[in-house]
Nanobody
Framework: QVQLVESGGGLVQAGGSLRLSCAAS????????MGWFRQAPGKERLFVAG????????AYADSVKGRFAISRDNAKNTVYLQMNSLKPEDTAVYYC????????????????????WGQGTQVTVSS
């Protein structure tokens, strides 16, 4: 069992930056690929970024490439999402998720592959 707690959301003006953190409980954080998803009001939850167990591979949605960066610190059981050049369309609840996967070099963008989810943190970008 893994418990995930997101933090770092808030209100920011367009063009600004935020850094989200997701702290995981347990001593097996390194066994999980990690992902960030987001859900805007009235819309489906979408993949934003993912990182493999060791951090050696990352993946991004086209809408955030070049603006967002995912990273992880396995010693601190934490995954981060650095968000730069924010746009109003980035407004959403952001969720982190953990995918227990034996392969250390795989990242998946499908929410159905993720086993554990955080409660989410609200990000609001004003124009």
């Amino acid at each position: 069992q893994v418990q995930l707690v997101e933090s770092g959301g808030g209100l920011v003006q367009a063009g600004g930056s935020l850094r989200l953190s997701c702290a995981a409980s347990g001593r097996t954080f390194g066994n999980y690929a990690m992902g960030w998803f987001r859900q805007a009001p009235g819309k489906e939850r979408l993949f934003v970024a993912g990182i493999s167990r060791t951090g050696g591979r990352t993946a991004y949605a086209d809408s955030v490439k070049g603006r967002f960066a995912i990273s992880r610190d396995n010693a601190k059981n934490t995954v981060y999402l650095q968000m730069n050049s924010l746009k109003p369309e980035d407004t959403a609840v952001y969720y982190c998720a953990a995918d227990r996967i034996p392969n250390s070099n795989i990242v998946t963008a499908s929410e159905y592959d993720y086993d554990y989810w955080g409660q989410g943190t609200q990000v609001t970008v004003s124009s």
